[in-house]
């Protein structure tokens, strides 16, 4: 037998179809998102993808990345490799702004565009995008900038 490593791809619930959480508008989104960032909202810049079923119930939050007082790193291959493995069929991508800064940067416009075009390759709906701050929030699909 060659000297190969075996990958295992598996998924685990822990809630029941009819309990999951429902996500059908940005303020909703925000409510199940923020108690993830709690930890770090004006500290450190935290990004988390929201995973989602057809029916946009909550399958649940994969974090990518902590970063820094101003930065993190949003790795791509590292967000699609969550949301295949839950087998999403839509998402919300995430992250906070410690400074409170509800503006996405070019690099935020930027990313949601490289995430929106890979889930596209995969039939899977990119919602929105959302700034988080400890009093607020910004939707990038409420702004009309998820294409």
Do not use: W
């Not at 108690?35 to 810049?45: A, G, S, T």
């Not at 509800?102 to 039939?123: A, E, H, M, Q």
Request: hydrophobic share 40%.
């Amino acid at each position: 037998m060659p000297n190969i490593s075996e990958v295992e791809i598996t998924y685990k619930t822990k809630v029941k179809a009819s309990e999951r959480e429902k996500v059908a508008t940005s303020q909703r989104a925000f409510d199940v998102l923020r108690p993830f960032f709690e930890d770090v909202i004006e500290y450190r810049e935290k990004f988390c993808v929201l995973l989602l079923n057809r029916q946009n119930q909550v399958l649940g939050v994969h974090t990518i990345s902590v970063g820094g007082t101003s930065s993190t790193v949003a790795d791509s291959k590292i967000i699609f490799q969550g949301i295949l493995l839950a087998n999403a069929s839509a998402i919300i991508l995430a992250h906070n702004h410690p400074s409170g800064c509800l503006r996405p940067s070019d690099n935020d416009k930027s990313l949601t565009k490289k995430i929106v075009d890979g889930c596209k390759l995969f039939d899977i709906s990119c919602l929105d995008h959302l700034i988080i701050t400890d009093e607020s929030f910004y939707s990038f699909a409420d702004q009309g900038l998820m294409q």
